[in-house]
Structures are given as structure tokens and as C-alpha cells.
């Protein structure tokens, strides 16, 4: 079982070069079929990484790649891995447009491993489960799992 711990999810302004990423990302989303792409609320999750102690980070299913671009944005050292391959190129396309030096891995966050303090998962209900059991199996103890189930319910959570 994972304990959760409080959250600053109090709304900030991003920077014109943070809105203008979030703006271009969603716009190549679109060009791409990906039924499993639903973007979370980028001004949500940006007040909530800002909040947070810039350490490795890790998105599990990272789509066209904007929280983890929003991410090295912040100064966070940012990986996202994602099984679409379509919206990986794409995702690695962006970031490399607008200079980031965040990664992107090709691939199943239950298969693929990366050390990170902070892992952020956006995924269907039914998931959540499987995506915490994995966190308490296979990551370490110090680290946190945000779990963004909607705008108004982003959760940090951690091992007791
Ligand atoms: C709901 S979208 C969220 C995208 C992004 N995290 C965001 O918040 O905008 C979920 C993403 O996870 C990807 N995905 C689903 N299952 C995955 C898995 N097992 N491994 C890697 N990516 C996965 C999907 O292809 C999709 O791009």
C-alpha cells in the first residue's frame, strides 16, 4: 500500500516559451492516431512539478512528451518513456525543436526500467493499480509517484 502525501497544486503562470511548447505539442499530437493519448491539464501538472524538488524524472507514458519537456523546462533531469512509437519520434522531434535535452525511451513502463526521484503516470482507472504495484516492486524507496487521476485530482504518492 502507498501513502500519499500533500501536494501544492496551486495554479502558476507558465513562461510564453512554456505555453508556446505545450501550444505546438498538442497541435503535432493530433496529426498522430494514438486512441491511448489523452492530454492531462498542462498548467495543472507544470504548478505541480514547480512545487517540487528538481531531481531525476521519470513519465511513464509521456505521449507527445510535454510534462517531460515542461520538466527539463523547470530543471528537472527528465526522461519519459513511451509504447507508441509514432508518438515517441514525434515527442523526441519536439523537444528537439525547442532546444530540450530531456529522453525519450521507446517502450512498456512495466518493462522498461529508469532511475528517477519523481515518476508521473496520466493512465486509464483500471491501470492505476498495476502502475502502483509496479512503483512498490521495482523502484526505490525514497522516491515519489505522482498520479494525476484529473485536473482537480493530481496525487503524490509515496512507500510507507
Ligand atoms: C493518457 S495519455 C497521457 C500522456 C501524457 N502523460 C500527458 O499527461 O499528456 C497516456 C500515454 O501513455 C502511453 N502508454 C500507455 N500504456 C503505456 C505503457 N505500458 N508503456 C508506455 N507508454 C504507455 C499511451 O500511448 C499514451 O501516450
Not at 6 to 21: D, V
Not at 80 to 97: F, H, P, V
Request: aromatic fraction near 12%; charged fraction near 20%.
Amino acid at each position: 500500500m502507498l501513502s500519499e502525501i500533500p501536494l501544492n497544486t496551486k495554479i502558476r503562470a507558465m513562461p510564453k516559451s512554456a505555453s508556446l511548447f505545450v501550444n505546438d505539442g498538442l497541435s503535432r499530437s493530433k496529426t498522430i492516431n494514438c486512441f491511448d493519448f489523452v492530454p492531462s491539464d498542462y498548467k495543472v501538472v507544470y504548478a505541480v512539478l514547480y512545487s517540487m524538488p528538481r531531481e531525476r524524472f521519470c513519465e511513464w507514458g509521456s505521449g507527445i512528451g510535454i510534462i517531460t519537456g515542461l520538466a527539463d523546462m523547470l530543471g528537472f533531469d527528465a526522461c519519459g518513456i513511451e509504447i507508441n512509437d509514432q508518438m515517441a519520434t514525434a515527442s523526441r522531434e519536439l523537444l528537439a525543436d525547442f532546444g530540450l535535452s530531456a529522453t525519450i525511451k521507446t517502450g512498456d513502463y512495466f518493462e522498461i526500467s529508469h532511475d528517477a526521484d519523481i515518476y508521473f503516470a496520466y493512465c486509464w482507472p483500471g491501470q492505476i493499480l498495476r502502475v502502483e504495484q509496479n512503483f512498490l516492486s521495482i523502484i526505490p524507496d525514497q522516491a515519489k509517484l505522482l498520479i494525476y487521476y484529473s485536473a482537480e485530482d493530481v496525487r503524490c504518492k509515496v512507500k510507507p
